[in-house]
């Protein structure tokens, strides 16, 4: 039997012989139907705790990957040909065929099967895990991320995702009664062309720098804190503070960035600065901000550990995946959008993902965006439900666009509808309005 030595002790890992020699022997027995029965359970030859269990399943795979019939003489006559003959040997296998439980109990015997397979790994993770702790230059975070994996799945027990439709209704029901699935981006534009965001699901905004990329995402933050929801944000190019100043100016009367940069503060100024430092300090206790986290691995660990309802990240470009020496930016790009999909269908989220553009756009002729100027754009675009674009035409021609006008193109919508909006929008109030109308009222008043 494998054993392992923890704290000078030899600790024999988790089997049960037993029910595998009864799950083989069922399948031998029956064949392919059988097979399929506790394949659910039992993925690959891994499972099994004995070489010899784990070449005969082996086996069984390869017959039945190539439909041929699964049987005591077809999976000795495969062993021989994989050179594992030795380690099961025919009176082996018919042994395996005698005395064996009954057909009905095959399902439990495999989840007990998985059960200790799962119990080892965690094992065998955690032991792992204590040892390179005290290696001063081994990078931990994927040894953690493996061995979150295998607590989940030991609390679980559940390999097979399948739910009952009656499980799946009720939860269908729920969101078309509560409409808990949707958060509303609280931003009218937005709201009108995509219906808001939908929890499991990720929206991509692009633009090219100083087009307010970041100044459009904070009024979205702004909004969902003052829902009630808990938010976020992965700010991977701008300090938490000038972030922080950012949403100051927005939630001040009339303070101006340039203001806080600069340093100049009249008196009323200083009152207004008072208030929205207040405002904030009262109202955004549920804004979580990051500026330290480099890579991928640290992000999803926070994201697991505060299941925020929506997670805003600025921008994927900056985040640095570990991808055993492959520096492939196209599959680190897909790496990161697909886990991010799988995190926020882990903890019911929502994904607001901000992303650079492709240098091409300034030198076309027609500087719109497009779903083509997403920097590695066919991973994007096939997992973002949403992908839109913001472009401040200002900095391309001062004639043909107004300084106080913005553009928000959405170019894909997979439950809404595409389309452009001309709002209003002053990066130095750090504000986006419906209309550049409001923007002349706001002006005025």
């Keep these: 039997m494998e054993t392992t030595q923890i704290n000078g002790n030899m600790k024999m890992l988790p089997s049960a012989v037993d029910a595998e020699e009864s799950v083989l022997g069922i399948v031998l027995l029956n064949g392919t139907s059988m097979y399929e029965k506790v394949l659910p359970w039992i993925k690959n030859e891994k499972v099994f705790y004995g070489e010899d269990h784990q070449n005969i399943w082996k086996s069984c795979m390869v017959l039945y990957k190539h439909h041929q019939k699964i049987d005591t003489i077809t999976v000795m006559n495969k062993l021989k040909e994989m050179k594992k003959e030795d380690s099961a040997s025919g009176y082996y296998l018919s042994g395996l065929t005698n005395d064996i439980a009954t057909i009905s109990n095959v399902v439990t015997h495999a989840k007990i099967v998985y059960e200790k397979y799962v119990q080892r790994a965690t094992a065998l993770s955690a032991y792992s895990l204590f040892d390179v702790a005290h290696d001063q230059y081994y990078d931990i975070q994927s040894q953690l991320l493996e061995h979150e994996r295998l607590i989940d ?41 995509s219906r808001g965001m939908t929890r499991k699901e990720i929206t991509i905004l692009g633009g090219r720098p100083g087009h307010g990329k970041t100044t459009l995402m904070i009024n979205v933050i702004s909004s969902l804190v003052k829902q009630g929801r808990k938010v976020m944000v992965f700010s991977r190019e701008m300090s938490k503070e000038e972030l922080m100043k950012k949403l100051i100016i927005l939630e001040s009367k009339d303070l101006e960035y340039s203001i806080l940069r600069d340093h100049k503060i009249s008196k009323d100024e200083q009152q207004q600065l008072n208030e929205a430092i207040l405002e904030i300090r009262t109202k955004y206790q549920d804004l979580i901000i990051y500026d330290n986290i480099r890579n991928l691995s640290d992000t999803i660990r926070e994201i697991t550990r505060h299941k925020p309802d929506v997670i805003f990240d600025d921008y994927v470009q900056l985040i640095q995946v570990d991808m055993n020496g492959n520096n492939d930016r196209r599959f680190q790009i897909e790496t990161i959008m697909m886990e991010y999909k799988w995190v926020i269908k882990k903890i019911n989220a929502s994904a607001f993902l901000l992303s650079q553009l492709n240098r091409e756009i300034e030198r076309r002729i027609d500087p719109e965006p497009k779903m083509s100027d997403y ?53 130095n109030r750090c504000k986006f309005y419906v209309s550049p109308l409001d923007v002349e009222n706001r002006k005025e008043n």
Aim: charged content about 20%; aromatic content about 12%; cysteine-free.
């Design 153 to 193: 799945e030991l609390k679980s027990i559940q390999p097979s995702k399948k739910q009952t439709i009656d499980s799946v209704m009720d939860d269908t029901i729920q969101t078309i009664e509560t409409s808990n699935n949707i958060i509303q981006f609280g931003y009218a534009p937005l709201d009108s062309s």
């Design 375 to 427: 920097a590695e754009s066919g991973v994007i675009e096939q997992v973002a439900e949403t992908a839109m674009f913001v472009f401040y035409g200002y900095n391309f021609n001062h004639e043909e666009y107004g300084q106080f006008e913005s553009k928000i193109i959405v170019a894909k919508s997979r439950y809404g509808q595409i389309g452009q909006f001309i709002v209003g929008f002053n990066g």
